[in-house]
């Protein structure tokens, strides 16, 4: 069954540090994407980062990197160089493209907290 | 360009009552997806459209719940006969194409029945 585990409810990060989200995934479909977003306390979702099961590399957007591990079903989130803007909850999601659905499966969230 | 909108941002409804909300995505975006999101847990999917057809409705979609997209453009949800479990937040989102496209989230519809 198509499942995310986010296993962290809460983390902290000093400020200017990294910090590495978790993210397992459970599919049997062959072909999926894998999402990550951020969820401020002003409630909008905001789209970070993609990676497809067959990318060969693993995606970065900026500040933000996925660290996508096929065998193991992991797709953990690495924000480098932390803000405290980062504060905020984030959700990995994933879609399975073969089943030709359109709906996003959601982990539980991590709330991440910034510290100065 | 503009985002995501939704309206209203909040309601607050007596249980028993009917309520409507309404998506508008981005103009270019073909599909359109509704979601809910209780307090401390991440969104669930409830149905989307590709224009205006509905093609796929999850089973929390109940018969209480219907939504439409009658020209492939804005979108409503509409709930009958509230009852106070539909409290949370109703997320709209919309894509353009179905690969790995990425949903864009509008702001929500806070909803508290009482």
């Known amino acids: 069954a198509q499942k995310i585990t986010q296993t962290q409810p809460g983390m902290f990060v000093q400020e200017k540090e990294a910090v590495t989200l978790d993210c397992t995934y459970d599919?049997?479909?062959?072909?999926?994407?894998l999402f990550w977003y951020k969820q401020p306390s002003s409630g909008e979702m905001i789209f970070l980062i993609y990676q497809g099961s067959y990318d060969q590399q693993n995606a970065t957007e900026g500040r933000y990197s996925l660290n996508f591990q096929k065998a193991r079903k992991s797709a953990n989130l690495v924000i480098s160089a932390s803000q405290l803007g980062d504060s905020a909850m984030y959700f990995c999601a994933m879609r399975e493209v073969s089943s030709n659905t359109g709906k996003l499966i959601f982990g539980q969230g991590t709330t991440l907290q910034v510290k100065p | 360009d503009t985002g995501v909108s939704q309206n209203p941002r909040h309601k607050i409804t007596k249980r028993g009552q009917n309520v409507t909300f309404r998506c508008d995505p981005i103009?270019?975006?073909?599909?359109l997806y509704w979601y809910r999101q209780t307090l401390g847990q991440g969104p669930e999917f409830l149905t989307y459209f590709q224009n205006e057809a509905q093609l796929e409705k999850s089973r929390l979609l109940s018969d209480r719940f219907s939504a439409e997209r009658p020209k492939g453009s804005f979108s409503t949800l509409e709930i009958q006969r509230t009852e106070q479990g539909d409290s949370a937040m109703y997320l709209c989102a919309s894509s353009f194409g179905d690969t790995h496209y990425e949903q864009y989230f509008g702001p929500g519809t806070r909803l508290t029945v009482t």
């Open positions: 599919t049997s479909d062959p072909s999926y994407g």
């Open positions: 103009s270019e975006h073909n599909r």
